[in-house]
């Protein structure tokens, strides 16, 4: 029956001598506006014909209008996966190129923000890219940003964090009023510097109050900072209203730790060779709290060793001895009430290498080049129960006072920041030595 309404309908067409002047006037048009000009002409048609006809050129219409939106949609969706793809060594970056151009007309920004997600950082910045196209091109022609898709997708903590962050500083940019709106609820939010920002709004919060009654504002952006310099900040004014404040816990800085050495690192060769406590481990084997081995200067024994600095700081040079071409394992356990993937993240300015399990996963052979907090990040997995960890710190022979550091720091967080605590963590060989606290 439908197909019999459109015969008749096409009929109705010719008989009216539309698509001689339809094709007269369109000549000298683009696609888009030959389009345009079919749907106004066969409409002016149909208009003169019964009703039957104008509800089948409705039909019509909006199976064309629907037609044309997937159609488009699938093109978004085509273009995104194109950016996805992208390899590094310039592999595929003509057709990046073009998926851009694409893109920037398309108005399309949520379905490029959700393509952030599971992203490589190659295909992120060129999603980024297109991103940034698509607002300019949108600004150009005076259009109007999404602003609720936008904040919705902000709120989504399950993107992309770098993709939600684009979004609020695009939203920013147009109205600062949304910092306000936004930033309050997100002092627990998975991207750090939305928890920044938070931190810092109750920071100055906090210093604007007086005396007690910044104290629960300050612990309350104490329960989301996770950068060096705010923790610092709010802990030296809680300490000054008498609060007790453990950085140490906060940042899940492991403190209690068993040490063994020094073995043999001259002229740097001591990082290759694989010592007794390092075999042990990648044999998949216990530590032996008890073993004595052949050091540098003879047989070494483990001895527990804690720091009480406020970042974790364990300095081998001071509290053991500066033993110059010469490297240490420093050995703890870390309780998991779960599988669970964590960051392991670790400052140094000594060459190192880490193993969790017995399993290598990863190393640095460079010396007092800096150390930082958070230097450097791991990612690792986590089994349920005790987890083992073990740590070759490596010191050379420089003599200039700016090389004498021999020490670390390590922690256990999220890709946050914030730290991840363990149900127990016990130093190797006394498990009555305490948690760390």
């Given at each position: ?248 816990k906060h940042f899940g800085f492991l403190s209690q730790w068993m040490v063994i050495g020094p073995f043999d690192n001259k002229e740097e060769k001591g990082f290759a060779v694989a010592y007794t406590p390092e ?54 356990s870390w309780k998991s009430d779960r599988d669970q993937n964590v960051e392991v993240r670790l400052g140094t300015p000594n060459a190192w290498k880490l193993w969790v399990n017995g399993k290598l996963v990863f ?75």
């Amino acid at each position: 029956m439908l197909i019999s309404c459109y015969a008749n309908l096409a009929a109705g067409v010719f008989s009216h001598g539309l698509l001689e002047r339809f094709f007269e006037k369109s000549a000298t048009h683009d696609s888009c506006n030959v389009v345009a000009a079919a749907v106004v002409f066969v409409g002016d048609a149909v208009m003169r014909a019964g009703c039957v006809y104008r509800r089948v050129f409705l039909s019509a219409i909006l199976l064309f209008t629907f037609t044309s939106e997937r159609s488009r949609a699938d093109d978004v969706a085509d273009a995104v996966k194109l950016l996805q793809s992208v390899e590094p060594g310039g592999k595929g970056t003509g057709v990046a190129r073009k998926a851009v151009e694409s893109l920037a007309s398309s108005g399309a920004m949520l379905p490029v923000l959700k393509g952030f997600k599971g992203s490589s950082p190659l295909a992120v910045n060129w999603l980024r890219n297109a991103f940034e196209e698509i607002v300019t091109a949108e600004k150009a022609a005076s259009k109007p940003l999404p602003v609720q898709e936008l904040k919705g997708f902000i709120a989504d903590r399950s993107e992309s964090p770098i993709a939600r962050r684009l979004a609020y500083e695009t939203l920013r940019d147009q109205d600062a009023a949304i910092e306000a709106q936004l930033i309050p609820d997100m002092l627990l939010d998975p991207n750090a510097e939305f928890r920044r920002d938070a931190v810092a709004k109750l920071i100055n919060e906090a210093s604007a109050a007086e005396g007690a009654a910044a104290t629960p504002i300050y612990q309350k952006a104490m329960s989301g900072a996770v950068h060096e310099d705010q923790v610092k900040q709010i802990a030296e004014a809680l300490r000054k209203n008498g609060e007790t404040v453990n950085i140490q816990k906060h940042f899940g800085f492991l403190s209690q730790w068993m040490v063994i050495g020094p073995f043999d690192n001259k002229e740097e060769k001591g990082f290759a060779v694989a010592y007794t406590p390092e075999t042990t481990a990648a044999e998949g084997k216990p530590l032996d709290p008890a073993g004595e081995y052949d050091g540098q200067l003879g047989k070494v024994k483990w001895q527990a060793v804690v720091t009480e600095d406020d970042y974790g700081v364990l300095d081998i040079a001071k509290q053991i001895q500066n033993y110059k071409g010469s490297l240490m394992y420093a050995s703890t356990s870390w309780k998991s009430d779960r599988d669970q993937n964590v960051e392991v993240r670790l400052g140094t300015p000594n060459a190192w290498k880490l193993w969790v399990n017995g399993k290598l996963v990863f190393e640095r052979e460079e010396y007092h080049r800096s150390s930082a907090m958070d230097q450097y990040k791991v990612p690792v997995s986590l089994k349920a129960g005790e987890n083992v960890l073990l740590l070759k710190v490596c010191q050379n022979e420089q003599t200039q006072d700016w090389a004498q550091k021999y020490q670390f720091q390590l922690r256990v967080c999220d890709s946050t920041g914030s730290a991840v605590l363990p149900v127990s963590i016990t130093a190797k060989n006394d498990v009555s030595s305490g948690e760390n606290r």
